[in-house]
């Protein structure tokens, strides 16, 4: 099992400061350092400057949103990162929601499994230095009735792996049969068949299987300590946050994994409490258990046990935040976990 971590500037737009903590990262046994994007920074920038910084961490977009750039500039944004970071990129893509896709790019909300295929089949077209010849639903290369033609791109053919951050049962499906690797959010281990069945489904769609798909999750905070009940209200904001907020009322997929994992009544109340403007009463009303089993906090005991629960359910990354402290804390916190994953679950 590997680790992973996202990257974010330190401080106050401290970008090299963010970045020399990659690096120190990285040397305390991280493996995948992520970029995020919603409606502030792209993802797409910050792997450049990372790539300048670090030597053996793999670099993933997670993830660029499909609906703010076309199939052709994903893939020359993705030679360009891979080329920098010689060979270290990850393309990691999704459909972000519709209060980003509508109210940030002013994109309608739709078809959003069908733009996924496209943008796959014609990144990997570019990026194998064939002619962008395609024909699609959402896209057509090149144009019909226009002055285009069918370009070859003039950057050196590669190849990278294409991670997907899905969470319905058809975006799975879909991962599952095209996608290198799955980035997982609302991932619960005890109850990873809500995500796997539909990721194998697809895989043996494409005659593949399971195990052909890097599996990486989001682990939540890492926090070692023996008061527990200590660590558990400081979690509490950031789920409900997560139940309530990050979609709409209608298009909730975080909350519909939720639900989906056994957590139906809470996750709808929970969003409901939000939705309404009780944002106290949302934090606590998120069960302890959830608190419990979406992060690594704890004895060192229980953190084992969680890398164990991951572990068993085949989760091949975890990704993990580390807050608060020292710069030195949050360096030894994660040296102290590479450790605990080293042991429970070496990489074959």
Known sequence: MRLAIGFRPS????WEGGARFAADAEAAGVDVITTAETWGYDAATPVGYLAAFTRRAKLATGIMQ??????????????????????????????????VVEGWHGVPFKGTQQRLRETIEIVRIISRGERAAYNGKYFTLPLPGGEGKALRSGAKPTEFPIYLATLSPKGLGLTGELADGWFGTSFIPEHADVFTSHIAAGAAKAGRSLKDVTLQVAAGVVQFSDDVEKLIPPRRPGLAFTLGAMGSAQHNFYNDAYKRAGYDEEARYVQRLWLEGKREEAAAAVPDEMVLKTNLIGTERMIRDRVRTHRDAGINTLAVQIEGGSREEKLNTLERLSAIVREEAPEA
């Open 11 to 14: 401080g106050e737009d401290d």
């Open 66 to 99: 499909v609906a703010s750039r076309s199939p052709a500039n994903i893939a020359m944004i993705s030679m360009a990162l891979n080329a920098m970071s010689k060979g270290r990129f990850i393309c990691g893509l999704g459909a972000s929601g519709p209060q």
